[in-house]
């Protein structure tokens, strides 16, 4: 009996000083994107940055372009003490698979930017979610075309709204659908609004589905492009030149702004004529500091934070603005 008093004793110490030696390590939070390559993800991933610096954390910031590589990095993630990730998934789809792989390892997950869905398709609300005012800021981007097209004096019948969609994604159909009641609403004649999908969310695709709804409509002499982001847009505006438009007759707003710098730094105006800034900063610092709080201090998160300021740059207010947010 005494010799398992002991015993116990010696275990619990043990234990006691692997686990103060474990607590002096430091937290790990992981971060992962579906896009890296966008500066939208790489803004992100900057000011998750920043508040680990802040908080003392370490943030593990891994790409997930597809299924296998997001359940991949959880498994690493758990594999290197990590106790929780920030993700904006590859595929909304994968939320039930995400969240059960979560849950196996005992991490905490937050979402940003795109909602996970069930297997019926429904968005999954019990998963804290960081996002954009995504109707309003869509409705934002449809205010600004027309408001552009009217000052360039553009004859509403001989224009043409190319909408390029990508309706499997929720915040993406809701920008789009956004803008296009926007430009409804203030007058634009609707069947002139012409919708086309996107096979994939990035320039080539967009460029591709672009160019087959272009080919189709002669008769529009002039165009304003309507997409979710900005290298939706930039697809469209590209295919615009592919086509032989000029500059002043095609007007693209595009959406992330981070990602819109490249082309409004360019010599010479072209199509793509702004961007709608949201706060890549704001979602990528809060994103991680509710998962913190949830892990150190239990804190649950709010299941729903939107994000809602943006502000419109152009070619003659970009630096000014991306400063005043510290990008
Ligand atoms: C989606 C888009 C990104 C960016 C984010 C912002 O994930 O693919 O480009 O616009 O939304 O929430």
Redesign the pocket.
């Known amino acids: 009996m005494k010799k398992m008093v002991k015993n116990l004793i010696a275990a619990a110490l043990a234990f006691g000083m692997a686990n103060s030696a474990f607590s002096a390590e430091k937290l790990k939070l992981g971060f992962l994107v ?2 890296p390559e ?1 500066p ?2 790489q803004t992100e991933w900057a000011f998750a940055d920043k508040a680990g610096q802040e908080m003392n954390f370490e943030v593990i910031k891994i790409a997930v372009p597809d299924g296998e590589k997001t359940l991949n990095a959880i498994d690493s993630l758990a594999a290197n003490g990590a106790k929780g990730f920030v993700i ?1 998934t590859p595929d909304p789809k994968l939320g039930p698979a995400i969240m059960a792989k979560a849950k196996s390892l005992d991490l905490k997950v937050v979402t ?3 909602q996970f869905v069930n297997a019926k398709g429904k968005p999954m609300d019990t998963v804290p979610l960081v ?2 005012a ?1 109707t309003k800021i869509g409705e934002r981007q449809g205010e600004e075309l027309y408001k552009e097209m009217t000052k360039r004096g553009w004859d509403a019948s001989q224009s043409g709204v190319l909408a390029i969609t ?1 309706d499997e ?1 929720d ?2 159909r809701r ?1 789009v659908d956004g803008s296009i009641s926007a430009l409804k609403a203030a007058g634009f004649p609707e069947g002139q609004i012409y919708r086309v999908p996107t096979k994939s ?1 990035d320039i080539p695709g967009a460029l591709d589905a672009a160019n087959s709804m272009l080919v189709q409509h002669p008769e529009v002499k002039h165009w304003l492009v309507v997409g ?4 939706t847009v930039l697809g469209g505006v590209r295919a615009t030149e592919g086509q032989g438009f000029q500059a002043e007759n095609v007007i693209g707003i595009g ?2 702004g981070v ?1 819109a710098v490249n082309e409004l730094s360019k010599s010479k105006a072209t199509g793509f004529y702004g961007s709608l800034l ?1 706060s ?1 900063d704001v ?1 990528g610092y809060k994103s991680i500091q509710m998962l913190h709080d949830w892990v150190v201090n239990g804190a649950e998160p709010a299941m729903f934070t939107e994000v809602t300021d943006v502000v419109l740059i152009t070619r003659d207010n970009f630096k000014v603005e991306l400063q005043k947010k510290g990008l």
């Open positions: 579906k896009q966008e939208w993800f904006c940003v930017d795109d996002m954009m995504a990508a994604l915040t993406a920008r969310n979710m982001n900005d290298n959406i992330n990602d949201p890549p979602h």
